[in-house]
């Protein structure tokens, strides 16, 4: 069974940044594209951002320039850089993996933007 940990959550001022983390425990992680959800109070789970096992990305229109995704598959580990956040960018943030017919799910971390 593969376990996807979240970290590096927290509450930041609009204009700061922050830096997602996704470690997942087995092999399977360069086998898998990995991508970044999130879901906010009332509203339906998001993509923000994919990466591919080979590295190609892409992102969600509104964090784009703002958010990069990357990944070291050495390291079994996701990243979500994300600047200049916005208050309309808080919400719980979760990755996900993917190979094949199987998915993974981390448990989620809040990510909240105000002043």
């Known amino acids: 069974q593969v376990q996807l940990v979240e970290s590096g959550g927290g509450l930041v001022q609009p204009g700061g940044s922050l830096r997602l983390s996704c470690a997942a425990s087995?092999?399977?992680?360069?086998?898998?594209?990995m991508g970044w959800y999130r879901q906010a109070p009332g509203k339906q789970r998001e993509l923000v951002a994919a990466?591919?096992?080979?590295?190609?990305?892409n992102y969600e229109d509104s964090v784009k320039g703002r958010f990069t995704i990357s990944r070291d598959n050495a390291k079994n580990t996701g990243y979500l850089q994300m600047n200049n956040l916005r208050p309309e960018d808080t919400a719980v943030y979760y990755c996900?993996?993917?190979?094949?017919?199987?998915?993974?799910w981390g448990q989620g971390t809040q990510v909240t933007v105000s002043s």
């Open positions: 996900k993996i993917t190979a094949a017919t199987l998915e993974y």
């Open positions: 087995g092999s399977i992680f360069s086998l898998a594209a």
């Open positions: 990466i591919t096992r080979r590295g190609s990305t």
